[in-house]
């Protein structure tokens, strides 16, 4: 069936450093690829999304490219600031109408 | 003005109880699930439902069982309480045509059984 795999961490950074976190997928056919942030204390929300190949999404500072010869999703920022700490999912929608998530990936930005 | 809310935030009840977590949406839409998050943040889909009627019903105890009197709420009541019952629970809800891909998931209920 259809499966993300992600970077689990907890990851903690200094404010202003780079950000990669990465997604890959499998599935059958072409899925709609997502990232979604949960902030502490709050549920989920999208944070951006891909729906084709080569496609790139990009929102607060956050892109990422949907890559399929390397079935990846991989989530960047060039500069994190203390209010990107947060647990970030990458997810994928294929032929189930299901959303399936990965893991998620705790990010702790220090000042 | 809150997009999907769900209530209680916080519940913390005994083994063996039975409990209800209400969830509500007033975006029109068709379709809303129940999630669950463990400790470590693993975020499962229970169910979903479609219009009133269960489309996605993932390997859950038949202690959970949903109920959606409209499509505007879904309703999760939970049987025979266990520890590992221990969770945070979201409802979320999604439209349809190309908005059926976003989910808007509401702020999630505690649940902690003793």
């Known amino acids: 069936g259809d499966s993300v795999t992600q970077m689990e961490g907890p990851v903690t950074l200094s404010e202003e450093a780079f950000l990669t976190i990465n997604c890959t997928y499998t599935?059958?056919?072409?899925?709609?690829l997502f990232w979604y942030v949960q902030y502490p204390g709050e549920g989920l929300q999208l944070l951006l999304k891909a729906t084709k190949a080569d496609d790139k999404g990009s929102n607060k500072g956050f892109e990422a490219t949907y890559r399929k010869e390397t079935t990846s999703f991989h989530l960047e920022k060039g500069s994190v600031q203390v209010s990107d700490s947060a647990v970030y999912f990458c997810a994928l929608k294929g032929g189930s109408e299901k959303l399936v998530f990965g893991k998620g990936m705790k990010l702790t930005v220090n000042p | 003005d809150t997009a999907v809310s769900q209530t209680p935030k916080y519940l913390v009840t005994q083994m063996g109880n039975d409990k209800s977590i209400k969830c509500e949406q007033n975006l029109g839409h068709d379709t809303m699930y129940w999630y669950k998050q463990d400790s470590k943040k693993f975020l499962k889909i229970m169910f979903s439902?479609?219009?009133?009627?269960?489309?996605i019903n993932e390997t859950v105890p038949n202690r959970f069982s949903p109920k959606s009197p409209d499509k505007a709420h879904l309703n999760l009541h939970i049987n025979s309480l266990e520890l590992g019952d221990s969770a945070v629970y979201f409802c979320?809800?999604?439209?349809?045509?190309?908005?059926?891909?976003?989910?808007?998931f509401g702020s999630g209920t505690q649940l902690s059984v003793l």
């Open positions: 979320a809800s999604t439209g349809r045509g190309a908005t059926n891909e976003k989910l808007f």
């Open positions: 599935a059958t056919g072409y899925p709609s």
């Open positions: 439902y479609n219009n009133k009627e269960l489309i």
